[in-house]
């Protein structure tokens, strides 16, 4: 089965508020065997309401949509419904009682718009909201020369639309799938150290739609994820399936994978120095601290990173403002210093960053060193892109450093 999936409101599709609730169904969707294929946002507008459910239904077995079920007068999915099916709303009893039941424990009255959340579609059928004034909707719409898509339209508060996924979408979608139940699984690796289209150019015509398994690519701040789908009757077939192709990526890219799933560099760093047993100390210049952030975030029980030295000019320390603007040689009195006022094993130095001047004759570069009892190394990056990445960049790029050298 195919799903859509609807997301309601103007405070959505104008950048107000960002829509989570999508991308929580598509993720709870995958594990009931429904693959998602399509996403739309519409405002609280009538006939454009229209139009999107009728896009989402042309093309899917499954819609879901979430906002719009309210009491006020732009909250619209339920007249949505009535007009896609041609049918009248009705009062449905049991719900008003309902609402009016949580008002009363609310010690309010019930205010008289509030009776239009009991109002549903004729015919169709009433998706319980335990905690909330908003029912959901399920109904069937035809397709012509197909089954009638599925469709449940339920609130836009997060809460009460994840309980009532789980209570009623959910095993109605399991019962709709019996017989031919499939199961999607995914891994994801995650690779650092080239440009997207060098990577694809080293796999063997893996990214090819259509393929079996299928095998996304997506970068995010020069970190670049692969993920390989799989759909069979069965955890095991998919893995299955997906197995021959994760070894033919490792194999075609090497240490350029650097982790599985949620891994970061920084996951990758503290894991290995915690199997060394070594403590880990950081410095960086001009970087707002980014780096002892993420560092702090991998290893949030301190383990392995003692701390970091964060700062604005090299000449704050006077150990290394003597290094004048020899960028290795700042970098290196920078983890030196580190390692010797925290009392770690290693330290790992960023910085200082060149000056973004508009009339600089090329891009600089950004300085980085790996200070260990064995030594420091020292290495440096052309200091290129778009300003928003430039210091994510370099900082991924001296955790690399890292990765390489504790392999």
């Known amino acids: ?31 009931v065997g429904v693959q998602t294929r399509l996403h739309i946002t519409v405002g609280d507008e009538l006939q454009p309401g229209v139009e ?3 896009q989402a239904v042309a093309h899917s077995d499954v819609v879901i949509s979430s906002g719009g079920l309210g009491p006020t007068a732009d909250d619209l999915t339920r007249h949505v419904l009535a007009e896609l099916t041609g049918c009248e709303l009705v009062l449905d009893e049991p719900s008003r009682e309902h609402i009016r039941q949580l008002f009363a424990r609310r010690q309010r009255p019930m205010p008289p718009q509030n009776e239009v959340q009991a109002m549903f579609p004729r015919g169709s059928r009433v998706l319980p909201n335990p ?32 309980e009532m996924f789980h209570a009623s979408v959910a095993p109605q979608l399991l019962a709709a799938c019996a017989g031919e139940r499939r199961v999607i699984r995914c891994r994801c690796l995650k690779c650092f150290g080239v440009g ?8 063997p015509d893996l990214i090819r739609r259509g393929r079996t398994p299928t095998v996304g690519i997506t970068v995010s701040e020069a970190t670049i994820s692969l993920r390989i789908v799989a759909e069979g009757p069965s955890a095991e077939v998919c893995e299955a399936t997906i197995a021959p192709t994760v070894d033919t990526i490792r194999q075609c890219l090497g240490t350029l994978v650097f982790g599985e799933g949620d891994d970061e560099l920084q996951d990758v760093v503290v894991r ?32 392995v990173y003692r701390g970091g030295v964060v700062t604005r000019t090299a000449a704050a320390i006077p150990a290394v403002a003597q290094q004048d603007a020899d960028g290795a040689a700042v970098v290196r009195a920078l983890a030196a210093h580190v390692r010797r006022e925290l009392q770690v094993d290693c330290a790992l130095a960023v910085g200082p960053f060149p000056a ?15 200070a260990t009892p064995e030594g420091t190394l020292d290495r440096s990056a052309a200091y290129a892109g778009h300003p928003a990445l430039l210091t994510p960049l370099a900082l991924k790029r001296a955790l690399d450093l890292v990765r390489h050298a504790t392999a």
């Open 196 to 203: 997207e289209s060098e990577l694809e150019s080293r796999l």
């Open 356 to 370: 973004r001047q508009p009339d600089a004759s090329g891009p600089g570069a950004v300085w980085f060193a790996w």
């Open 1 to 31: 089965m195919r799903a859509a999936v609807v997301a309601i409101g103007d405070e959505l599709t104008s950048g107000q508020r960002l829509d989570t609730n999508s991308q929580w169904l598509s993720q709870r969707l995958v594990e």
């Open 52 to 54: 999107a459910f009728r």
């Open 131 to 162: 905690h909330g004034t908003a029912p959901g909707i399920a109904v069937d719409l035809p397709r012509p020369g197909a089954a009638p898509a599925l469709v449940f339209a339920l609130p836009g508060v997060s809460a009460e639309m994840r």
């Open 272 to 303: 290995r120095l915690r199997e060394q047993g070594r403590m880990l100390g950081s410095a960086e210049c001009d970087s707002g601290g980014l780096l002892a952030q993420w560092l702090t975030a991998a290893d949030p029980a301190g383990l």
